[in-house]
């Protein structure tokens, strides 16, 4: 038997964004399915994503954030945002220890992307973009590593407006405290991330925190809750966090490759009637969920353990 290993895999996705031979797309099928059922993560190169667009949004975004908070604050999100576009900052009491920058698709009026440094928006907006497209791919990835016939969560997932991508800064560690993101599940269907030299995300497998390397022009991969819903728990949607050292800011992007508020999210006949097996969860409105994990971080519930997740949904067998 193989051992367990303690590193996230890596993949190359060339052979997808150039529409390569078939033998080698079902290498890397093979290898994602293997990353998505056992960590819901992996990292991939060759994406699609330019790695001088990557490295220089990354730079602009640490120039950004190095500003005077009174400049920051000349992009605070628009009165009437669906979601908190522009810049902020988490408040004292929250868990997260982080201030972001925050986007809906380029062309949503609610955008309130910074014109300081020069380039910074229009290397967010490029950004957004390839990682739509990315997104695209690795959702067709997905549908045929779980076996769905073709296009299936394309034709389910037509509308991209609800995708969001953030920037982020973590401010260094404290001596009693370094955790910058709190433990969590994504919700959407596809999350992408560019973590900085520094690094410090980790994903939970078997009861252990594994750190997700940083290695340059790479980007991390992961399944949200909707998938592990839609798959009957086929693929993960994993526990992660991230963590925060002592005298260094760490920066990342992280993009939502999401869904509509009112689509029906439920484990689907192809993995529940079709195979025998019953569904693992209850059926909801996607923006049900979203209010439950909003609530989590408005009134975040004493004891972690108390937040809110996808087993709210959970049909207990
Ligand atoms: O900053 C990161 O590396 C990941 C952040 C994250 O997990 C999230 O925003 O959901
Ligand atoms: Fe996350």
Redesign the pocket.
């Known amino acids: 038997m193989e051992k367990a290993s303690n590193y996230i895999p890596t993949v190359d996705l060339s052979v997808f964004i150039t529409n390569g031979e078939e033998e080698g797309k079902r290498m890397a099928k093979e290898r994602i399915s293997r990353a998505c059922s056992e960590y819901g993560f992996f990292q991939a190169v060759n994406h699609g994503i330019p790695l001088d667009l990557m490295s220089r949004a990354m730079e602009l975004c640490k120039s950004f954030f190095g500003l005077p908070d009174e400049e920051k604050l000349k992009y605070r999100p628009k009165s009437g945002a669906p979601v908190p576009a522009g810049y902020g900052k988490q408040p004292v009491q929250s868990a997260d220890k982080n201030e972001y920058v925050m986007m809906l698709p380029p062309q949503n009026s609610f955008n309130n992307l910074p014109n300081n440094p020069p380039g910074f928006r229009a290397a967010m907006e490029d950004m957004f973009k390839y990682f739509s497209k990315t997104g695209e791919v690795m959702e067709s990835i997905v549908n045929d590593c779980l076996g769905l016939p073709p296009n299936f969560l394309k034709e389910y997932n037509q509308d991209r407006s609800c995708d969001l991508m953030?920037a982020?800064r973590y401010f260094p560690a404290t001596d009693t405290e370094n955790i910058g993101?709190s433990r969590?599940e994504?919700g959407n269907i596809i999350?992408f991330?560019l973590?900085d030299e520094v690094g410090?995300?980790e994903v939970l497998r078997d009861g252990q925190w594994i750190p997700v390397l940083p290695s340059p022009g790479t980007i991390v991969v992961n399944i949200g809750d909707t998938i592990q819903v839609m798959s009957n728990n086929k693929f993960k949607s994993a526990t992660?966090r991230?963590t925060r050292q002592e005298g260094k800011h760490r920066h990342?992007f992280?993009f939502f490759y999401s869904l509509h508020g009112d689509k029906w999210v439920e484990p689907l006949p192809h993995f529940t009637t079709q195979i025998e097996e019953p569904p693992t969860y209850k059926g909801f409105v996607y923006k049900d969920y979203l209010a439950l994990r909003i609530r989590n971080k408005t009134h975040p519930p004493s004891r972690p353990q108390d937040e809110i997740n996808i087993t709210q949904y959970a049909i207990s067998t």
């Open positions: 953030s982020k993101i969590h994504d999350t991330v973590q410090g995300l992660h991230v990342s992280s």
